[in-house]
Structures are given as C-alpha cells and as structure tokens.
C-alpha cells in the first residue's frame, strides 16, 4: 500500500500565496518534509486554478521535481493546468482524475491516453453525486472501465477511488463498511487486478479543529486504515505529517504480506 502525501494543497495558506506568488522556496520545503515522513508519491492539488493555470501548474510541478523523484498526482479539474503539468513532468505522474461528468470524458480522460499515463476515476454519478452502497459503486465502476476501454487505454492505467465520505454524514459509519466490501469485490467485478486509491482524509472532514477532535481524527485515521489495507487498497492519501497513521500503515505491510512474517520489517 502506497502513502500518498495530500500536503500539497492550495487550501494550505502557505502554499495559496506560494503559488500566487511564484515562490518555489515553501513548495521546495514542503514537499523535502513530506518525502522525509514516508511518502511514496505526492498530490499536487491546486484547485481549479482560473487564472494562469498553464504557468501555475507549470511551475508547481517543476518545483516539486526540483527536490524529489517521487511519483506524483497531478490533482486539478482544469483541463489546461492538467496538460501542462503533464507536459513538465519529468518523472511518473497521475492524472487525479475523472469522472462520469461529460466535462471530465471529454477533457481529462483524453490526455491519460495522449501522455500515456495512469488515471484515478472517481465513482462519482454524472452530476457528482457519490453512490450509496456497494453495489452502486460497482455499476459505476463497469462504466468508469468502459470509458478506459472506448478511448482505446490499457486497462492497467486505471485506479478506482470509491469515494470515502465523512462520517458526519448521515449514513457516513455505512458508506465507510460499503467501500471495505466493494474494495474486497473489486478484482471479481473486472475479472483483473485493478488498482484502488483512497483519500483518507476525506473520512474525518468536517470535524472542527482543537486537541481533542484532533485525538479523535487521528484515531479514527488508524483505525480504519488497516481496514482498508486488508480490503486490498493499493494506494491511500492523506496528510502524511500524521506520523500515527504513518506507523499504522507501515505496520500493514508486513501483516497482508504474501511473505514469512518478519519483525525486522516493522
């Protein structure tokens, strides 16, 4: 299982007047600090990015290269911004992602297969709703696939994120079950193995801030995280400075493993 870091956000002060700015040197830090944590790979989630998205972007995944060779998850809805991270890059990259949403077939679909790169499909409904249980998440997962497949890509460059919801919400502790059971289902439905991401992070939102809700996140964090290791997730993102969550995934690994237990590895 793969951590990936979700640091890189533009809803972070920081890297908001960083990238207004044009400023590499908090990127640079950030990114050093996230690697440093035990990160396997970086989102790099600018947002829409409605002004100089092509410059922007540009210079985000420049910047981030320039002090790693981790993969990275090129993280925007803007088709422009997308294309021109994908034509800096200079190592492995993502597209994060596309939906059902004809927007996203039509303009972000078509540069995974023009890039030759992987790409994470939502299973999100055409108008982004997000799929009550497991079976849902399955019909949308045949027609995320069969999009992959009209286009002409290879059906390895998809990976499926099921969408965890927070828990907040009013079935939010049934759609966290839902996901563990279509993860596990997942190979059977397609016939292959698929890869799974999951964003982690996305379980708690909501929550206000305070040391006692953040006792809480980070227990829930580490709670259902091995569930969805034993699931099968492939790849898992969250904010990757919870060095707790980091521990109990780097303690997953070696208990699903194929391989003679060994504590050495923890």
């Known amino acids: 299982m793969l951590l990936v870091a979700d640091n890189l956000h533009i809803i972070n002060p920081v890297i908001q007047k960083a990238l207004e700015t044009l400023d590499p040197g908090p990127i640079q830090e950030i990114t050093e600090r996230c690697e440093a944590a035990g990160a396997d790979a970086i989102d790099i989630n600018t947002g829409p990015l409605s002004r100089h998205p092509e410059e922007k972007m540009t210079f985000m ?8 060779n981790l993969p990275i998850l090129i993280d925007t809805a803007n088709p422009k911004a997308m294309e021109a991270g994908l034509k800096a890059n200079k190592n492995i990259s993502i ?10 077939l039509e303009k972000i679909l078509p540069l995974a297969k023009k890039y030759k790169s992987d790409i994470i499909g939502y299973l ?26 009209d286009i002409g890509m290879d059906e390895s460059q998809l990976i499926i994120d099921p969408i965890i919801v927070p828990l907040s919400w009013q079935n939010g502790n049934q759609q966290a079950k839902e996901i563990l059971t279509f993860i596990h289902n997942l190979p059977d ?3 292959f193995q698929v890869k799974t991401i ?7 939102s909501g929550l206000t801030s305070g040391h006692e809700n953040m006792k809480k996140k980070l227990l829930v964090e580490r709670t259902y995280l091995p569930m969805l290791a034993s699931a099968g997730l492939d790849m898992v993102l969250f904010n990757i400075f919870h060095n707790q969550t980091v521990e109990s995934a780097k303690a997953c690994v070696p208990l699903i493993s194929p391989r003679i237990f060994s504590w050495a590895e923890l």
């Not at 995944?61 to 790693?68: A, M, N, R």
């Not at 597209?95 to 927007?103: A, D, M, R, T």
């Not at 999951?198 to 708690?204: D, I």
């Open 124 to 149: 999100l409904y055409p108008d982004s709703r997000v799929p009550n249980d497991a079976s849902e998440r399955c019909t949308l997962a045949i027609q995320i696939l069969q999009a992959i497949q």
């Open 61 to 68: 995944v420049e910047t981030v290269q320039s002090v790693t």
């Open 198 to 204: 999951a964003g982690l992070s996305n379980l708690t």
């Open 95 to 104: 597209i994060n992602g596309f939906s059902l949403e004809p927007q996203k």
């Open 189 to 191: 439905l397609f016939g």
